[in-house]
């Protein structure tokens, strides 16, 4: 099983939704050691025409550009400069060139697939809160994403360029890592894992293991009828 298979439906030591009632049953405060976000904001642009030199490539030329996307979600961040914005106290303009690592798919002339490695960076400049200084220091992180199916790959000499039209998505934090004090339901219980061959044997293991006596069909149709009859005079 997992979390969220049927088989651990109603599981009060599973992650899920919860009621009021399920605060209830809140047993002990819990420090925690976590990546803290004091600031995040979002920005997705569509770069036209945007130049990737790329490594030597294999196969014979010339190539077709197929697709690429980022490597990794997350990006580096380079030639930071954070500068304190005087009528906005705690607020402070980032500027950086944030790096995404891209995977490249092309083709060569016999059509052959082949995959290489590629680099984009995009110029920031933002305003995000930023901390006070501290013992234990902020730092900024960039969650980033990318893809095209749109471009081209031009070869001169020894080099490669790649020119694709690239949508990119990118996250920018003010993080640190901190201790925080949370509002805990104790550890989680942990089931077993479901194995995906188990479904074909679920019917089978269901059934009893002798067959049911005439007793007991016999009162299990007493039952029902009571049932039906008590339903019956309530309508």
């Keep these: 099983m997992s979390f969220y298979s049927y088989k651990n439906n109603g599981n009060d030591r599973s992650p899920g939704l919860i009621d009021s009632q399920a605060l209830n049953c809140i047993t002990e405060k819990v420090c925690i050691q976590v990546n803290k976000v004091y600031d995040s904001c979002l920005q997705q642009e569509s770069f036209p025409n945007t130049t990737v030199t790329l490594p ?44 995404i690592p891209l995977q490249i798919n092309y083709s060569d002339s016999t059509g052959t697939e082949y995959i290489t490695t590629g680099n984009v960076s995009v110029h920031k400049d933002i305003i995000l809160y930023v901390p006070d200084d501290s013992i234990i220091p902020y730092y900024p992180e960039a969650v980033v994403g990318a893809i095209s199916v749109i471009g081209s790959i031009a070869c001169g000499g020894d080099s490669c360029v790649l020119t694709a039209d690239i949508c990119i998505s990118i996250i920018t934090k003010i993080v640190a890592m901190v201790e ?17 061959a188990e479904e074909a044997c679920d019917d089978f293991f269901s059934l009893p293991l002798f067959p049911p006596q005439m007793e007991d069909v016999l009162s299990n149709n007493t039952a029902l009828g009571n049932s039906f009859f008590n339903n019956s005079k309530q309508e």
């Design 56 to 99: 030597a490539l294999e196969g014979t030329a010339p190539y077709t550009f197929i697709s690429l996307r980022n490597s990794t979600t997350k990006g580096t961040i380079d030639n930071l400069v954070v500068t304190r914005l005087p009528d906005r106290p705690n607020f402070a303009r980032i500027q950086a060139d944030i790096g």
């Design 180 to 196: 925080l004090l949370i509002p805990a339901f104790g550890f989680c219980e942990i089931p077993p894992c479901e194995e995906y």
